[in-house]
């Protein structure tokens, strides 16, 4: 049997491109035999003629001979799958508006959904590139249930090594910067400082050279410095002779031990990697390290934080031995090991998640459009099945061949759908903000595409093949008679919830990108605290021991900002370190004097120069602003903002009061946002000339120092003249990035932004869906009704009479979608209520706005079936079936 | 097969007449009219092959290998397609004559009188 059937697929294989030439030797073959039959009627007595006649009549027809014989020339398979596809694509051709919008919408469900899964999936989901970086936590604390980053001191991470039972390795790491020296321009380079464990613990081996070692982990160990790949080729030519060499950071020798292979990231992103050795003396107590472990093969995360939470207790004992930290909230605090991803990602968790719920429902509508689609098309081809079923076609050979055709249109959708997500991928990561995480690893997922290509062609094909099942079970004869137009109003209805339901999923989308859009408005107009029109930002280092005080910086800075007035169109210029207004900064801990039982608290810091207020617009409430006068050998002052002397000083006058640390508050100012939408945080105000030489270079090492040049106009048009003077001043100052205020602010509202930009996208793609979606379904059931209208305008109906009834359906379906889409909307926009400001997820404005929108867009699909119906001819339409 | 349409289950048809073609063809090489002659003759005129199902026939068993094919010359100079046994053919045959010989043997008992 199975030689047979190798025998048989052989044979086939031998036919196929032999089918000419098996032609014409069949038709001698049968010649021949024809012609033998004749001649023996003739030799029988027969007239020749009479016996060619007898000879062909005997033998019957040849077309079932050579119907059979063909058969076996070839692949049944392949001839009907060959003629499915011509004849699908027939069909398709000669429907050009169904085939343009069901590729489309497929392509665009296909598309946008695999573009943002693959960002958000790059961003939140792709784990670490380290090994087993499942295996990875962060010791961190829970507050109330709620995870929060917690950084430890020198002592505390010893507590942590001494206390290791479910890690195999711990490590310490710290956010660091230096000006590295030596190359041809001075350059600020990221570093991070980390424990001797920390590349073990990644399971990343250095390139060349070695790791740190324990002993270089101590307080005044050796400086030492391990290279990125990327430093390492670019400032040292990829040479590798540079172990052992000594780099300037800071002014200071550094010895290269080692060099990272290509591709490496560390925790936090670095240019070079040096020791925690000299973190210790400073302030704070030497820390903010961030902890990391790695889990024993065993040990799973729960159990290393139950471990960790145990510990709470001995812990509180040992470093709060004063008990400042009241019980009650010593009992809501407890320890443990969270995943190291998460923690790197919250603050972008809800937003890509709610993102995630976006494209869930994009995908959702581009299915239901399909099957919409699908399902008014089905209705006109009742016919076209019927008739093919009376000429012989079998049930399953009619349901094979849409299902065919349905296959093709959902691979060409497909195609198209795999073409936007690699667009719409590149433009989307174009427009994100620059901090995304692990941005450079986004690329399109395969999975993500399979996926939503699977689903969406999935409800393509089971909507367009259910209909020919049904239609092979109808009466024929019924079907051919009625012009196979008019099926049973069940799937009319079905057609018309679901257009329903994608007008009430686009309401969702649409209100939520409305409110988005509302909040990025109130953001816009929020007054900052400062004046950031004509205001250049440059961003300069002084780290290093080159200027020993603080009365040295000072001097450098007033050096440098004298030059700096002198260039035609500025009109202030100043200093100001530890933070720009509406970015991150410093923050220190402070006591009033004389308070006694008033505990300390911490604010936010700023070094600045006296012009500081000035050149950035910020209102002098009360007081005065720091002179020149004010310098380190005279009485310490300080600034303070409305929020510190609110919050702090409980009415009493500022001006005159003191810092337990001896500064007097000789000024008060208006408030400055850190955050749009939040309130500006106390803040105090030192002057440059008194500043604490160690804690500065400590907060730069945190945050850039800049350079603030308030100008007539177009401020980055004097870029390179200010450029020009710091550098006179010193010409080994590094000097970072260069913005107007402007940018900055539009720049801290970027990921809302971008996130606005991305939801109101899909409001707009579902919008076109939906749209499309009723056009559909109008125009199928217009053209069913088609006899009805005629009828109605024999009787005296008018033009416009048939416009109301149309768009009268047009709009219940609409207004159905609408209710059930504002209920949808009110139950999940509280998800979103983490985003927005200035607009309550239930805001009525943006609900009206947006019915009002559909409602509009709903009509005007509908109006041009509606001028259709209303002009066909009612002889035309009563003859018409 | 018969000129007498009404007749068994075409199955059991088909079958026989895969099995005539199959018996003729072992006594040697011939084209498909020469096999249908045979037949005839040598069933002393009871049966004559329906023409329509020959080549049909022919060319199936073709296809599974049983026969092979080849153009030739015939008696009188025509050129015609003759068909052979292959072993497999041969093997089949052999396979088919004995269930066929059961099957008589089978029938002529239950119909025996007495």
Not at chain 1, 481 to 487: D, L, N, V
């Amino acid at each position: 049997m199975f030689r047979e059937w190798l025998n048989a697929l052989w044979f086939r294989l031998k036919s196929l491109p032999r089918r000419q030439q098996l032609e014409h030797d069949l038709d001698e073959e049968l010649e021949f035999h024809l012609a033998m039959s004749q001649q023996k009627l003739v030799e029988q007595g027969m007239p020749p003629e009479e016996a060619r006649y007898a000879a062909r009549r005997a033998f019957g027809n040849p077309a079932q001979t050579k119907e059979t014989a063909r058969d076996l020339w070839t692949f049944r398979f392949l001839e009907t799958l060959a003629q499915d596809l011509r004849y699908g694509l027939r069909q398709l051709r000669r429907n050009p508006g169904f085939t343009a919008v069901a590729v489309l919408t497929l392509a665009l469900g296909i598309g946008a959904n695999t573009a943002i899964f693959s960002i958000v999936n790059g961003v939140l989901l792709e784990p670490l590139p380290y090994y087993e970086p499942q295996q990875i936590v962060q010791i961190s604390l829970l507050y109330r249930g709620q995870p929060r980053n917690m950084n430890f001191s020198a002592r505390q991470f010893d507590f942590w090594k001494s206390h290791a039972e479910p890690f195999q390795e711990l490590a310490a790491t710290t956010e660091v910067g230096f000006n590295l020296g030596g190359a041809s321009r001075p350059e600020r380079v990221k570093a991070l400082r980390v424990s001797s464990g920390y590349f073990r613990l990644l399971g990343v081996a250095p390139a060349l050279g070695r790791e740190f070692l324990q002993e270089e982990d101590r307080t005044g160990g050796p400086d030492v410095a391990i290279l990125s790949h990327v430093l390492w080729e670019r400032d040292f030519g990829a040479n590798p002779k540079v172990i052992g060499r000594s780099i300037p950071l800071d002014g200071m020798p550094f010895t290269v031990v080692g060099v990272m292979p290509a591709g490496f990231e560390s925790t936090s992103p670095a240019d070079l990697w040096t020791t925690i050795g000299q973190v210790s003396k400073t302030i704070g107590g030497g820390g903010n390290y961030t902890v990391l472990a790695r889990l024993k093969q065993n040990v799973s995360q729960t159990q290393a934080s139950s471990y960790l939470s145990s510990l709470t207790r001995p812990y509180i004992e040992e470093f709060d031995p004063n008990h400042e930290l009241s019980d009650k909230v010593a009992k809501q605090i407890s320890f443990a090991a969270f995943p190291y991803s998460y923690i790197v990602t919250r603050s972008q968790r809800v937003p890509l998640l709610v993102l995630l719920g976006a494209i869930g429902f994009v995908l959702l509508i581009a299915c239901v459009n399909v099957a919409n689609l699908q399902m008014a098309r089905a209705a006109t081809r009742n016919r076209e099945f019927a008739i093919r079923s009376a000429m012989g076609a079998g049930r399953l050979r009619i349901v094979r061949q849409v299902f065919t055709e349905n296959v093709l249109l959902g691979l060409l959708g497909g195609a198209c759908g795999l073409l936007l997500a690699y667009w719409g991928l590149h433009s989307l990561l174009a427009l994100a903000p620059t901090d995304l995480p692990h941005a450079a690893h986004i690329a399109l997922d395969g999975w993500a595409l399979g996926f939503t290509a699977l689903v969406a062609m999935l409800s393509g094909i089971l909507f367009g093949v259910a209909p020919a099942f049904r239609t092979s079970r109808m009466d024929l004869s019924e079907a051919i008679k009625e012009g196979g137009e008019r099926g049973t109003s069940g799937r009319y209805r079905l057609g018309s919830a679901l257009a329903s339901a994608e007008v009430s999923l686009s309401l969702v989308l649409l209100v939520g990108s409305g409110l988005l859009l509302g909040t990025f408005i109130h953001l816009l107009h929020i007054n900052p605290g400062f004046d950031p029109h004509n205001v250049l930002s440059l961003q300069i280092w002084t780290t290093g021991p080159q200027f020993k005080s603080g009365t040295g910086l000072a001097n450098l800075y007033e050096d440098a900002l004298r030059r700096i007035r002198t260039i035609p169109g500025v009109q202030s210029a100043a200093v100001v370190a530890a933070g720009l207004p509406l970015e991150r900064g410093g923050n220190d801990y402070v006591h009033i004097a004389g308070q006694k039982d008033a505990e300390g608290f911490s604010a936010d810091y700023r070094e600045i120069t006296p012009a500081y207020f000035r050149t950035l617009g910020i209102p002098l409430l009360q007081g005065r602003s720091f002179t020149m006068a004010d310098s380190a050998d005279t009485q310490k002052v300080i600034i303070v903002n409305a929020a510190f002397a609110r919050e702090h000083l409980h009415g009493r006058d500022p001006i005159g009061e003191h810092l337990r640390s001896g500064e007097e508050i000789v000024g008060v100012v208006g408030d400055v946002k850190s955050h749009l939408d939040e309130p500006a945080p106390p803040t105090f105000f030192v002057p440059m000339a008194q500043v604490n030489y160690q804690s500065d270079q400590l907060f730069q090492g945190w945050f850039p120092t800049s350079v603030l040049v308030r100008t007539g106009q177009n401020p980055m048009a004097l870029t390179r003249e200010v450029e020009t003077n710091l550098r006179k001043a010193d010409p080994h100052l590094p000097i970072g990035q260069v913005r107007t205020m402007e940018e900055v602010l539009s720049q801290s509202i970027a990921f809302r932004r971008f996130l606005m930009t991305l939801i109101t996208a899909f409001g707009g793609f579902s919008l076109l869906l939906a749209a499309v979606g009723l056009y559909g379904v109008i125009s199928y059931s217009m053209s069913r009704r088609t006899h009805e209208i005629g009828i109605r305008m024999a009787l005296g109906a008018v033009r416009g009479d048939v416009l109301k009834m149309v768009i009268g359906q047009g709009l219940k379906l609409v207004l159905i979608g609408v209710v059930i889409g504002v209920a949808e909307a009110l139950a999940l926009t509280r998800f979103l209520s983490s985003l927005l400001y200035g607009v309550k997820p239930s805001d009525p404005l943006t609900f009206i706005a947006v019915s009002l929108i559909l409602i509009a867009v709903a009509l005007l699909a509908c109006y041009i079936p509606a001028r259709r119906a209303a002009k066909v001819d009612p002889m035309v339409a009563l003859r018409y079936e | 097969m018969m000129q007498d349409k009404k007749e068994r289950s075409s199955d059991l048809v088909q079958g026989t007449l895969d099995m005539l073609i199959l018996r003729t063809l072992a006594r040697g090489r011939a084209h498909g009219y020469a096999i249908a002659e045979s037949i005839h003759l040598k069933s002393e005129d009871v049966l004559r092959v329906e023409e329509s199902a020959l080549y049909p026939a022919l060319h199936r068993l073709e296809l599974r290998g049983l026969l092979v094919s080849e153009w030739g010359i015939s008696e009188n100079n025509r050129r015609a397609k003759y068909y052979r046994l292959t072993a497999m053919g041969r093997k089949y045959l052999e396979g088919e004559l004995e269930r066929w010989n059961r099957m008589t043997a089978a029938i002529a008992r239950v119909m025996e009188t007495a």
